[in-house]
């Protein structure tokens, strides 16, 4: 089975903080994305990676920034964490260049920014 | 700009009810719609619909795509408490395999 992990299930923030979110799947699979999910607004999309070192925008990038320097590793920055980035944030993967885009999600990590 | 809605956003119904979640969509060159199921934190992936009318089944779950009508719906029958949870779903956009996601259903089972 695909196993996406995400580093930390909880955390809790000082605003202004820089924050560092880890994903690792192990199924070698091109595709990761990062997602929030906030009542009321369902799950939208902050960026996505195609491959290594490159970078997509979602439909929210404002205030976040990706890095993939290896395959199996996307992390989500925030550089300057505010309040209203209080969330929780789900990472996702699936493999490139398939008629099947079914995803993958890791657990979650709700994040607290105080 | 591609676009899913959900109804209802939110629904509490007693054990052994039968219940149809509904999914719009307006997306260019549509390839498929994905239903998945979070009950704790990761959703879960339930079905994946491509062709109108054919009906998909996993146990008491099924789902069907109208492609005509651009609408999917998820139907459960005798539900129970473990079907408790938020119902997503979403489809790819045009060229791309990011998923764009409705707000999701809240599913609440009571016994």
């Known amino acids: 089975d695909v196993k996406v992990t995400q580093s930390s299930r909880y955390l809790v923030k000082r605003t202004g903080e820089k924050v560092f979110l880890e994903c690792v799947q192990d199924?070698?699979?091109?595709?990761m994305f990062w997602y929030r999910q906030d009542p009321g607004l369902g799950l939208r999309l902050i960026y996505f990676?195609?491959?290594?070192?490159?970078?997509e925008k979602g439909d929210i990038p404002e205030g976040y920034s990706v890095s993939r320097e290896k395959k199996e590793r996307f992390s989500l920055i925030l550089e300057s964490a505010s309040t209203n980035q209080t969330s929780m944030y789900l990472c996702?993967?699936?493999?490139?260049?398939?008629?099947?885009?079914?995803?993958?999600f890791g657990s979650g990590t709700q994040l607290s920014v105080l | 700009e591609d676009k899913v809605v959900q109804s209802p956003l939110s629904l509490v119904v007693h054990e052994g009810d039968t219940v149809t979640l509904n999914c719009s969509y307006e997306?260019?060159?549509?390839?498929?719609l994905l239903w998945y199921k979070q009950e704790k934190k990761a959703p879960t992936f339930l079905f994946m619909l491509?062709?109108?009318?054919i009906e998909k089944k996993s146990g008491r779950l099924s789902s069907i795509l109208d492609k005509k009508e651009l609408f999917s719906i998820l139907n459960i029958t005798a539900t129970q408490t473990g079907d408790s949870a938020i119902y997503l779903c979403?489809?790819?956009?045009?060229?791309?395999?990011?998923?764009?996601f409705g707000k999701g259903t809240k599913l609440s089972v009571i016994p």
């Open positions: 996702a993967s699936s493999p490139w260049r398939t008629t099947n885009e079914k995803l993958f």
């Open positions: 997306v260019t060159n549509f390839r498929s």
């Open positions: 199924m070698d699979h091109e595709n």
């Open positions: 990676s195609y491959d290594v070192k490159m970078k």
């Open positions: 491509t062709s109108s009318g």
């Open positions: 979403g489809t790819p956009g045009a060229g791309s395999y990011q998923l764009t």
